[in-house]
């Protein structure tokens, strides 16, 4: 039984989180994550909520993968898809994360969660507001504390990421990748034109710098730097002119295909914290 014990007046005052049910909306990349830490700090009720057809560039460690298979792993948790309450419950019990197909976000309003975390990183937000449970929290730009969230992530890249917003908005998004090895804009893959992705290669593969990745309705998709491809789109997908749709990491290290990025566990180390913050002080 998890429990945040809070110190007042001398008293020791327990809060039972055990059956604290955490929604998320989004199940990629960064979504995935959060919720990798969390379910290791000990929270067993999380569920996630996806498209029916998601878009993932780092797909080996996005929970959302499991809308097209039934199920997916990130690192060693496992992700499965969910269809009503009984397979959320049988999900969780089995100490797995629950994917739920729900674009509009109707499943909030049955399940009653006890903490909403928009993980879209749309850049803005899509229609989260602050009374959607007891606790909301955004990811990145497009959000204001108190306003629409009580809480906002600083997910840019930098000094600041990971640093909890009780008041004002997280930093406006640059459009520029963050740092890896020494690059930036020149790492990630992008859509010559609108049309269909069809891949030349997998990820984990060490590509060379003009080497073909891919193609879009016959234009062909070259890598500009040498290293491994750290992410790539489904094959088959549908994409519009400029679409991130794949990632390559110079650093050449073939394990960090599978596993959680140091900006995602720095966020989701601050999500962690928002919330047993949140809730060792809330005098609800």
């Not at 640093?163 to 992008?190: C, D, F, W």
């Amino acid at each position: 039984m998890k429990k945040i014990h809070e110190v007042a007046g001398g008293a020791v005052n327990s809060i039972d989180l055990s059956g604290f049910t955490i929604a998320f909306k989004g199940a990629g990349e960064m979504a995935s994550g959060v919720a990798v830490r969390l379910q290791r700090a000990g929270f067993r009720r999380i569920v996630m909520l996806e498209l029916d057809a998601p878009v993932a560039v780092r797909r080996h460690v996005s929970f959302c993968e499991a809308v097209y298979d039934g199920s997916c792993m990130v690192e060693d948790i496992a992700g499965v898809v969910a269809d009503s309450p009984e397979s959320m419950e049988k999900a969780w019990g089995n100490g797995q994360v629950a994917v739920v197909v729900d674009p509009g976000w109707e499943l909030l309003g049955k399940v009653g969660p006890d903490v909403v975390i928009d993980a879209t990183l749309a850049k803005k937000n899509l229609g989260t507001t602050v009374d959607e449970a007891p606790l909301v929290v955004g990811l990145g730009p497009g959000f204001t504390a108190p306003i629409d969230v009580h809480r906002v992530i600083e997910t840019n890249r930098g000094h600041d990421l990971g640093r909890i917003i009780a008041k004002g908005s997280a930093e406006p998004n640059t459009g520029i990748p963050g740092n890896i090895g020494g690059y930036t804009v020149e790492r990630v893959l992008r859509a010559p034109a609108d049309g269909k992705f069809s891949s030349l290669c997998t990820i984990g593969d060490q590509v060379k710098r003009g080497e073909g990745i891919g193609e879009v309705d016959g234009t062909i998709v070259v890598a500009p730097i040498d290293g491994v491809l750290r992410g790539l789109i489904r094959s088959g997908t549908a994409v519009k002119s400029g679409l991130k749709i794949g990632d390559i990491d110079p650093r050449g290290k073939v394990e960090y295909c599978r596993t959680v990025s140091e900006k995602s566990r720095a966020i989701g180390g601050a999500v962690l914290e928002a919330i047993l913050s949140y809730f060792a002080t809330s005098k609800r």
